[in-house]
């Protein structure tokens, strides 16, 4: 008699994160020398090759998008290639975020009165993902992202992220391998080249964890890079500098809620959209983010007769390509993580 195949189980995906926390590079800073790297976490393997190659899919397809100006204005960025590392498109998410002094005249961080468009349905995910499986703290439930779309040569410059943000924040690597430099002193030995302390490589489908000296003492920096390269930095943004009229996911909020209140149940727990929508009915589908607020929580069984059903796919923002990223309950928070099967979203 065949030994049956086990089922997958709730928590095989997150069980096969590998994370990485006891960086180390002594700087002299000050007079003192500090661990630069101290606080930076890498999770490798936090998102399958197949899911990579969707979340892939969806930004080409928003990056394509972005080209024939169907995004909000300035989501979308793309500077023209005038020398070897300066090209990088750049698609914000949630927030507007301005790395220098605009031509208006906004310092860099937020523009609070710049509207840019919200987090798609799937980069969503990845978010409320990134807070389940541990990779951020519910603390920093991300409502905002910047994609960057490398091409080779093209880099980032040595930078601390704005503190707009708070920490930590993270990013996700996809499409090829590169390492990421950090160092207190940072200097440009050549167009898309710099100097730095130490280097980290960021495997596809990681996601790095920028926190303490990490986030705040040392620069970081991408050189340019081999091969083409998307990241995405996931970021929760300061509650006094959240652009006006900004409305956060209400799946990601509710997360962001859930980490306030003391035990979380699966009884409690937020649903997660397909559930709302599929106990909503049609109209649920297009109800702002206030109207899915006040609605009752759909039970978290009616997800998992979604994915059973067979309603676990669903369209990219640009409407051709599929995906669902694999499904997460909500578990108890301070609890042993566990997770499940989570329909893909419009
Ligand atoms: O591409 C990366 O991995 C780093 C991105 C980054 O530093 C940023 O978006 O601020």
Redesign the pocket.
């Known amino acids: 008699m065949s030994t049956p195949t086990p089922a997958l189980l709730p928590d095989e995906g997150m069980a096969r994160v590998r994370r990485k926390k006891d960086f180390r590079h002594m700087e002299r800073v000050d007079g003192r020398m500090l661990n630069n790297l101290q606080d930076l976490e890498l999770h490798a393997n936090v998102f399958s090759p197949d899911e990579q190659a969707k979340i892939v899919a969806c930004v080409l397809d928003l990056q394509d998008q972005g080209r024939r100006g169907r995004l909000r204005e300035r989501t979308y960025s793309e500077p023209r290639k005038w020398m070897r590392g300066k090209g990088r498109a750049?698609i914000q998410f949630g927030c507007c975020y301005n790395y220098a002094a605009d031509r208006d005249g906004n310092p860099p961080g937020i523009v609070r009165d710049e509207a840019v468009d919200p987090l798609p349905p799937l980069l969503a995910a990845m978010a409320r993902r990134l807070v389940l499986w541990r990779v951020l703290p519910p603390s920093c439930v991300p409502d905002s992202c910047?994609v960057?779309v490398?091409d080779v040569d093209d880099c980032?410059p040595p930078?601390v992220?704005h503190h707009d943000f708070l920490r930590p924040f993270c990013?996700?690597?996809f499409l090829a391998e590169?390492p990421?430099l950090f160092g207190r002193d940072m200097r440009a030995v050549a167009p898309g080249e710099f100097s730095a302390a130490a280097s980290i490589p960021?495997p596809v489908g990681s996601v790095?964890v920028?926190n303490g000296n990490g986030a705040d003492v040392a620069k970081?920096?991408?050189p340019a890079v081999p091969a083409k390269?998307i990241?995405i930095?996931f970021r929760k943004m300061d509650a006094s500098k959240v652009p006006y009229g900004f409305r956060p996911d209400p799946l990601l909020q509710s997360l962001a809620a859930a980490a306030v209140r003391p035990a979380m149940t699966a009884a409690s727990a937020p649903p997660n959209r397909a559930a709302w929508e599929q106990s909503n009915g049609e109209a649920a589908k297009h109800a702002t983010p206030q109207a899915q607020r006040q609605q009752p929580a759909a039970p978290l069984y009616q997800a998992a007769a979604a994915v059973r059903a067979g309603q676990t796919q669903s369209q990219s923002p640009g409407g051709g390509v599929p995906f669902s990223l694999s499904t997460d309950e909500f578990p108890a928070l301070g609890a042993s993580p566990a997770s499940g099967r989570r329909p893909g979203r419009r």
């Open positions: 750049t910047i960057n490398y980032i930078h992220d990013t996700a690597s590169a990421i960021l790095l920028l970081h920096c991408v390269r990241s930095t």
